[in-house]
């Protein structure tokens, strides 16, 4: 069983930077590659993208790809989603991911799921 929380969200201007992070419980962390999802209000859950088990490889989503940056730190637990260049239609509820596959895009290949926590971007 992995737990995750994550931290970081609130309340940005567009343009503005934020850094969530997503810290997991146990230690078998390195054995699951993580991703970030999102919901907006009246939305699909979308993908945001995904880290590898050793964080050497990632992928986007066309959306955020070149303003957010996934990494990891497999000594300390921890998934890292830094959002830069901010626009309102980022405004959703962020939620990290662990999956036992390489690089799942699907939402139904992640095993276990945080809580999230919510971003919003004004204009």
């Known amino acids: 069983q992995v737990q995750l929380v994550e931290s970081g969200g609130g309340l940005v201007q567009a343009g503005r930077s934020l850094r969530l992070s997503c810290v997991a419980s146990g230690r078998t962390f390195s054995s699951y590659s993580m991703g970030w999802f999102r919901r907006a209000p009246g939305k699909e859950r979308e993908l945001v993208g995904t880290i590898s088990f050793t964080g050497r490889s990632t992928y986007y989503a066309d959306s955020v790809k070149g303003r957010f940056t996934i990494s990891r730190d497999n000594a300390k637990n921890t998934v890292f989603l830094q959002m830069n260049s901010l626009k309102p239609e980022d405004t959703a509820a962020y939620y990290c991911?662990?999956?036992?596959?390489?690089?799942?895009?699907?939402?139904?290949?992640?095993?276990?799921w945080g809580q999230g926590t919510q971003v919003t971007v004004s204009s």
């Open positions: 991911a662990a999956s036992v596959h390489g690089l799942p895009t699907a939402p139904r290949l992640y095993l276990y």
